[in-house]
């Protein structure tokens, strides 16, 4: 299983803008976090757990227990702050 | 009729705006606006020389979207539009336009402040500001999550997490 994974705003800048994950076993948008965490350094520092950290799945906001599928887009971001 | 959600670079124009949105609509009593702008300051702090904004394009068109179908079943609304700016942004420049048309001003004032305090918390755009010691992203304030409580919606953008 395939998913796109896209970064915005810092997490961008520190991660890249998108990059294609294979995440057989991962079964939710948390693992998949959990698992980029893993890979330790730039992704270990944005992604921690204890950052505050908004993710959506298939481009709604989502909370961790999201069920990922194949050719799913996931997104990683800071909290927003438009308007 | 004009979309009711725009992302764009270019500049708007409130008068045409407005005009656009009421057209021909003889129902319409109201039309309430907001804009939102640069400031060149944040409390004491000077020196703001510039504002980026990125967004997450169709996300954000799509959230903006639902959340006027949501303005549309809690406020006897007629018309609803949001415009809203993304690159670099002087001061003084406009950002952000919601305006909503009903037939008596009290809905369309409610709806308008509600598509702002949502937008603020849930629809994905980010600013970045440049000062003279250099460019950082703008956090997001809890008070924006309170703002938006007032509805009975629960926000939480700007939590940290535990431990955090």
Redesign the interface.
């Known amino acids: 299983m395939r998913v796109r994974v896209?970064y915005?705003?810092?997490l961008?800048e520190a991660l890249g803008a998108e990059e294609t994950v294979e995440a057989d076993g991962l079964a939710t948008v948390g693992a998949l976090r959990d698992h980029l965490v893993a890979r330790g350094g730039a992704h270990a520092v944005g992604l921690a757990?204890?950052?505050?950290v908004?993710q959506?799945l298939d481009?709604?906001?989502c909370g961790d227990d999201a069920a990922l599928r194949d050719g799913a887009e996931v997104?990683f971001?800071?909290?927003?702050?438009?308007? | 009729m004009a979309a009711r959600v725009e992302i764009r670079h270019e500049d708007f124009d409130l008068g045409r705006e407005v005009a656009a949105l009421r057209e021909g609509d003889g129902g319409t009593g109201a039309v309430v606006t907001f804009i939102?702008t640069v400031r060149d300051r944040e409390g004491d702090c000077a020196g703001i020389s510039s504002l980026e904004?990125?967004?997450?394009p169709?996300?954000t068109e799509?959230?903006i979207e639902a959340m006027i179908d949501d303005a549309f079943r809690r406020f006897d609304i007629r018309a609803a539009r949001v415009v809203?700016r993304v690159g670099v942004l002087k001061p003084l420049e406009q950002?952000?336009l919601v305006a909503v048309t009903s037939a008596h001003r009290g809905q369309a004032f409610q709806a308008c402040e509600f598509l702002?305090d949502y937008?603020?918390?849930?629809?994905?755009?980010?600013?970045?500001e440049t000062r003279p010691e250099g460019a950082c992203?703008?956090?997001?304030r809890v008070s924006d999550d309170a703002a938006l409580e007032r509805w009975g919606i629960q926000a939480t953008?700007?939590?940290?997490?535990p431990?955090?």
């Open positions: 896209r915005f705003a810092s961008r757990r204890g950052r505050a908004r959506a481009q709604r906001l997104a971001f800071p909290p927003v702050t438009g308007g | 939102g904004l990125e967004h997450y169709g996300m799509a959230s809203h950002i952000v702002m937008l603020k918390t849930q629809a994905p755009f980010w600013k970045k992203w703008v956090d997001a953008n700007a939590v940290a997490p431990g955090a």
